[in-house]
């Protein structure tokens, strides 16, 4: 089956600029996106990207979408304290479900 | 606030207890899903339903019995569970069933003694 994945764990000095990375292996994902989780909390949508974009940028989010080697980032620049969760990247195939890594744990250092 | 409610927000039930948990959206998506998600593991679908029917079924134990009644609510049955169906357990939904951004709830803290 489909397989993404993520790093596990990233740690940053507020003010830095944050770089959460993943991979995935379904060449005929449609969407890919984005989501962060806070403690206790569900899943929060961040940003997606369209399978035909190479970049898209929202505010202090930027997402660098590479097919050929089927990477994707998320930048978060000027990384805050409440930046702090789990970021979770997930990919929509052509099929019918929505595959999700394991999620990267970013701790922000005051 | 997504638009999607779940309640409750916390449960703890017995392994012969008979319990619900509830989703509602209030974006008007055709498609909607319960996801688990357990520690140290990749989220996992369960059920899909699009328009009212389910779609997909992830060889999930009989003891997780889902109801749709409208397109708007999500409903799944619990009875007999075991301890390691402790999880959160997400609800989504989107626009349709293959197409359109898929929105989460809070989520559903389930602990089963």
Known sequence: GEDVEQSLFLSVREGDSSVINCTYTDSSSTYLYWYKQEPGAGLQLLTYIFSNMDMKQDQRLTVLLNKKDKHLSLRIADTQTGDSAIYFCAERTGANNLFFGTGTRLTVIP | ?113
Do not use: I
């Open chain 2, 1 to 113: 606030e997504t638009g999607v409610t779940q309640t409750p927000r916390h449960l703890v039930m017995g392994m012969t207890n008979k319990k619900s948990l509830k989703c509602e959206q209030h974006l008007g998506h055709n498609a909607m899903y319960w996801y688990k998600q357990s520690a140290k593991k990749p989220l996992e679908l369960m059920f899909v339903y699009s328009l009212e029917e389910r779609v997909e079924n992830n060889s999930v134990p009989s003891r997780f019995s889902p109801e749709c009644p409208n397109s708007s609510h999500l409903f799944l049955h619990l009875h007999t569970l075991q301890p390691e169906d402790s999880a959160l357990y997400l609800c989504a939904s989107s626009q349709d069933f293959l197409a359109g951004v898929v929105f989460f709830g809070e989520g559903s803290r389930l602990t089963v003694l």
